[in-house]
C-alpha cells in the first residue's frame, strides 16, 4: 500500500443459472454465472467497484450452480496444456498436406508431451526428503516443453565402453540434474504394471 501498487479485493460473489439455447441449435443447454464484485483501490484510497462475470456453458442439468464453477475452475489447466500443445511441442503445425500426415505429426508430439507427463509421475517422493522431492515432481509436471527438453532430453554425455559394461557420462551440469538422475533411477527398476 505504502508504494501505491493497484490492489484487487473480492468483495461478493453470485452464482445464477439460466436456460440457453445458442442460434441454429435444437437443444437447450444450462448456463451459469459467476459475477465477482471486486474492489479496486491504489494505495490508501478506494477508486471503485469492478464487475466481472464469468459464463460456463454445461448440459448438466443437476449439479448445483455453484459446483459447476468449481468444477470448472478445477480443470483450469485446460488451457495451459492446449498452450503447451500448440506452442511448445508445435502439435497443432499442420507442416505436410495430408491429413494422414497432419495426424500422425500431432500424434508424435502429442506423444512426447505425454513422455514429459510420464517421467515426472514416475519421480519418488517418498522418504526423507519427501517434501522438496514432491515440489520438484509438481515443478517437472507444470514445466514448459520447451524447459523440459533443454533439462532432461538436451543432456550432453559421453558414451563409453568398458570391459563388458556401457558407462554414461554426463557432460555438462544444470539445477535439474539431480532430478534426471533420480528419475533415471526411477526409470531402471522394475516396471508397476
Known amino acids: ?13 453470485a452464482v445464477a443459472a439460466f436456460p440457453y439455447q445458442p442460434t441454429g441449435c435444437r437443444e437447450t443447454y444450462r448456463m451459469v454465472v ?3 464484485n471486486i474492489s479496486v483501490a491504489q494505495g490508501e484510497e478506494r477508486l471503485f467497484d469492478e464487475i ?9 442439468r443437476e449439479t448445483p450452480a455453484a459446483e459447476v464453477v468449481f468444477l470448472a475452475n478445477d480443470r483450469c489447466n ?16 499442420m507442416p505436410v498436406d495430408t491429413l494422414l500426415s497432419n495426424w500422425a505429426y500431432m500424434v508424435m508430439a502429442a506423444l512426447a508431451w505425454t513422455l514429459k507427463a510420464w517421467f515426472a509421475l514416475q519421480l519418488p517422493e517418498t522418504g526423507r526428503w519427501a517434501t522438496p522431492h514432491r515440489r520438484e515432481k509438481d515443478a517437472v509436471l ?3 516443453f520447451k524447459t523440459f527438453l533443454n533439462a532432461f532430453i538436451r543432456v550432453p554425455a559421453q558414451v563409453v565402453r568398458t570391459g563388458r559394461r556401457l558407462v554414461f557420462r554426463l557432460l555438462a551440469w544444470n539445477p535439474w540434474q539431480h532430478v534426471f538422475l533420480r528419475g533415471v533411477d526411477a526409470c531402471a527398476g522394475p516396471l508397476r504394471c
Do not use: H, P, S
Not at 493497484?6 to 468483495?11: F, I, K
Not at 466481472?52 to 448438466?60: A, E, H
Not at 496444456?81 to 503445425?93: E, M, N, P, R, S
Open 142 to 144: 507444470r514445466m514448459e
Open 1 to 13: 500500500r505504502a508504494r501505491e501498487f493497484r490492489q484487487l479485493t473480492l468483495e461478493a460473489e
Open 78 to 93: 485446460q488451457e495451459n496444456l492446449i498452450a503447451q500443445l500448440k506452442a511448445g511441442v508445435g502439435a497443432l503445425q
Open 34 to 36: 459467476l459475477r465477482k
Open 52 to 60: 466481472r462475470d464469468f459464463f460456463y456453458l454445461t448440459n448438466d
